[in-house]
């Protein structure tokens, strides 16, 4: 079932020059499809705002920073080449 949706001029813009960003990426999409997207988009975004959170409690946050991670043998003198690369 279609439904006529008004725009904004400006607005329909933006959508058109999003459409053609996605397409110049390999994203084919008609402005039906890129709303659908987008309003999934807007409803997961909203959603992580709405859900309840607790708090951790205080063993639980020692628990978590005490988490070691194994980022395998390094040094001062090779430091740099294992982050950046040879060079």
Known sequence: MA???KLR?????RLDE???????????LNQEELLAKLVDL???FLL?????????????????LKRGFD??????ETIDSELYGSG
């Open 3 to 5: 439904s006529t949706v």
């Open 9 to 13: 001029d400006r607005d329909k813009k």
């Open 18 to 28: 999003l459409r053609a960003k996605l397409l110049l990426q390999g994203i084919s």
């Open 42 to 44: 807007g409803e997961n």
């Open 48 to 64: 992580i705002d709405t859900l309840p959170m607790r708090k951790l409690s205080q063993k639980k946050k020692e628990s978590i």
């Open 71 to 76: 980022l395998g043998v390094t040094s001062e």
